[in-house]
């Protein structure tokens, strides 16, 4: 079972354009929901988290929205740029002491310029 | 410094070989994690050690062995690997087990002949 279900799989955005990358969880145990880049045969970097008592949280030109009665949360990158083509994660943890973070499938973000 | 480090970059080895992986972190995180994660795929929990102590194995088979010397250092044992245990291994740091933010070091490319 699938528990942080991330879209779409493939992204293709202009340069300058907004990126949108959005995921649902069904644990309502998930207390921080954070994203990853990760750029081919590296490891992936924490871009910005949330935790479900704020509805947005803005960092440059990344903003993660949260429903949480909705179970879900996304990416939106502002003035999307070449540099942004890379592999996105949205994932979850926290509840009943689990430890690892639970990802999404991913999403291949190419910015065309 | 915000950095995992992970050694060596690539390595390839056979079905009868034994080898180690090594991470280092100097954070004073006491919370280390290792996953696997294959080609286009999202990252997979195997295990973790908290304050030097193997806290989850996620039923990751035998011919990996986890080790923890210290709380700076993280090593996966490898032995008898299959071809299908070719894959990308990321080693990851908190501040304690249970603390959400987990920072990733670039990974290991192993590739089993």
């Known amino acids: 079972q699938q528990q942080v279900k991330q879209s779409p799989q493939s992204l293709i955005v202009q340069k300058g354009g907004i990126s949108i990358i959005n995921c649902a969880y069904e644990n309502t145990a998930f207390d921080y929901f954070p994203w990853y880049q990760q750029f081919p045969g590296k490891g992936p970097a924490l871009l910005i988290a949330i935790r479900p008592d704020v509805s947005e949280k803005k960092e440059g030109r990344f903003t993660i929205s949260f429903n949480k009665s909705a179970k879900q949360f996304s990416l939106h990158i502002m003035d999307s740029q070449p540099g942004d083509s890379a592999t996105y994660f949205c994932a979850a943890s926290g509840g009943g002491g689990a430890d690892g973070l639970t990802f999404g499938k991913g999403t291949h973000l190419i910015i065309q310029p | 410094d915000t950095e995992v480090t992970q050694t060596p970059k690539h390595l390839v080895m056979g079905m009868t070989n034994k080898k180690s992986l090594k991470c280092e972190q100097h954070?004073?995180?006491?919370?280390m994690y290792w996953y696997k994660q294959k080609a286009k795929k999202p990252p997979e929990l195997m295990f973790v050690?908290?304050?030097?102590?193997?806290?989850i194995n996620e039923s990751v088979p035998s011919r990996f062995s986890p080790e923890c010397p210290n709380s700076s250092l993280l090593n996966l044992h490898l032995h008898a690997l299959q071809p299908e245990d070719s894959a990308l291994y990321l080693c990851?740091?908190?501040?304690?087990?249970?603390?959400?933010?987990?920072?990733f070091g670039p990974g290991t490319r192993l590739t089993v002949l």
């Open positions: 990851a740091s908190s501040q304690r087990r249970g603390y959400n933010e987990q920072f």
């Open positions: 954070m004073g995180h006491r919370a």
């Open positions: 050690y908290s304050y030097e102590k193997l806290s």
